[in-house]
């Protein structure tokens, strides 16, 4: 018995260091990629924006600061009250769906605020910057499938679920070493 406990100490403590180690070279592989790429490392330095275009930005971002916060508590709270909905014993679908047409009001109203104050942003940026905004984006996009991808690839391997531990033949419903006595019920 001792034995067993020593043998499952040795195996997780050997899953914990690689999945560690796996960890940090998925790290420093994205590091590397950035770094590689440097527009998605500072997009923003990258645009050279003159010292007029950076007060006309913070201008634009500092008029809809008040409204980006409220609708984000707007938000907070939809979301807070839909999930009280859901917990709630017996949920009345009445009240369910006003309360999803109250989160995707104010999900709308999120990005119709983005979107106009990123329209306003590119009227002050030179056709170059625009350009160079589009080709920073088209970058971003790319590295977010390829980890997108990765992560599917991760998720896909034999024997090992996302975090990266292995499963039982139960499916985590009960221990993977029985006690002694103990018979493994078959799947």
């Not at 500072?42 to 634009?60: A, G, V, Y």
Request: no cysteine.
């Amino acid at each position: 018995m001792r034995n067993n406990r020593l043998v499952f100490a040795l195996f997780a403590a050997l899953v914990f260091f690689a999945t560690i180690s796996s960890v940090y070279a998925q790290a420093e592989q994205q590091q590397a990629a950035a770094q590689q790429n440097g527009a998605i490392v500072d997009p923003i330095r990258q645009l050279n924006l003159t010292p007029e275009q950076r007060e006309k930005i913070r201008s634009i971002r500092e008029q809809t600061k008040a409204e980006r916060v409220a609708i984000t508590e707007r938000i907070r709270e939809t979301n807070r009250a839909l999930e009280e909905i859901l917990d709630a014993d017996n949920p009345d679908e009445a009240v369910v769906e006003q309360q999803v047409r109250d989160a995707a009001a104010a999900q709308a109203a999120a990005m119709r605020m983005r979107i106009l104050t990123e329209v306003r942003i590119r009227r002050v940026l030179t056709p170059e910057q625009i350009r160079m905004l589009r080709v920073f984006r088209q970058q971003a996009r790319g590295l977010k499938q390829d980890q997108l991808r990765n992560e599917r690839e991760q998720q896909r391997r034999p024997g090992i679920d996302g975090s990266g531990t292995f499963q039982n033949q139960r499916d985590g419903a009960g221990p993977l070493f029985p006690r002694r006595g103990q018979r493994r019920a078959r799947p």
